[in-house]
């Protein structure tokens, strides 16, 4: 309840907001979208991340769960993968895992890595500096 007052608050006051793992799925509910509880594969050292006009980078991953953001919402970066879920007794299958997402209505940018955890590469750290910079700054 109290994250999600500190959320609501800082839309309030247009502050930028920049939510990683955990906080980036918050961010995704908060706003019109919701989460696929469980996907496989994401918690693991690294995998491949794809970002439009700039290649493919390596991320840290520890998360399980899957953002699905809603349509005003822009995925920036995802890893390509198939992946059947059952969601609420339904398949559903999946061929991108959104990783990063821009929430431009309330300045805010969702990273579904750790770019302050040592382990994240340093291209993709790079890259999540600078769509603060440019995007929720």
């Not at 890595?113 to 590469?121: A, L």
Request: net charge negative; proline share 5%; charged share 20%.
């Amino acid at each position: 309840k109290e994250e999600i007052l500190l959320v609501q608050e800082a839309i309030e006051l247009n502050i930028p907001i920049l939510g990683i793992c955990r906080g980036a799925q918050l961010l995704c509910c908060l706003t019109g979208g919701w989460l696929i509880q469980h996907i496989e594969n994401h918690v693991t050292n690294t995998h491949d991340v794809h970002v439009e006009n700039k290649g493919v980078f390596k991320t840290n991953s520890c998360h399980h769960q899957m953002m699905v953001p809603s349509a005003d919402q822009k995925v920036l970066a995802y890893s390509f993968e198939t992946l059947g879920v059952v969601e609420a007794d339904n398949n559903i299958i999946i061929e991108r895992v959104p990783e990063v997402v821009h929430f431009p209505k309330i300045r805010a940018l969702g990273i579904q890595g750790h770019p302050e955890w040592p382990s994240m590469p340093k291209r993709f750290s790079d890259y999540c500096e600078q769509l603060i910079s440019e995007l929720i700054l």
